[in-house]
């Protein structure tokens, strides 16, 4: 399977930084897309950003020119950097790791467990 260490989440005041990190290891045969999304309770997971393997990225249009998603392929890395960060940027952050498993030869999305990130004065 695929275990993910996930960091950089916490509370910061609107208009603040945060960098959210993601590591991925275990039985991993294949990276199509790294990426991360976002769930408030009540909501369906959404979004957030995403990186191919290519370095092809797609950001929801809530975070473009806000949030930078950039990836290390040779460490299967992850990192969003946000930046002007608003209030409704609050909510759990999920990597997430679309690939195949040398175990599991299908392309299937693997996820993080999540960190915070609450923006809030």
């Known amino acids: 399977q695929v275990q993910f260490v996930e960091s950089g989440g916490g509370l910061v005041q609107p208009g603040g930084s945060l960098r959210l990190s993601c590591a991925a290891s275990g039985s991993i045969f294949s990276i199509d897309a790294m990426g991360w999304y976002r769930q408030v309770p009540g909501k369906e997971r959404e979004l957030v950003a995403i990186?191919?393997?290519?370095?092809?990225?797609n950001y929801a249009n809530s975070v473009k020119g806000r949030f930078t998603i950039s990836r290390d392929n040779a460490k299967n890395t992850v990192n969003l950097q946000m930046n002007s960060l608003k209030p409704e940027d609050t909510a759990v952050y999920y990597c997430n790791l679309r690939g195949r498993l040398y175990t599991i030869p299908v392309i299937k999305d693997y996820w993080g467990q999540g960190t915070q990130v609450t923006v809030s004065s």
């Open positions: 990186i191919t393997s290519g370095g092809s990225t």
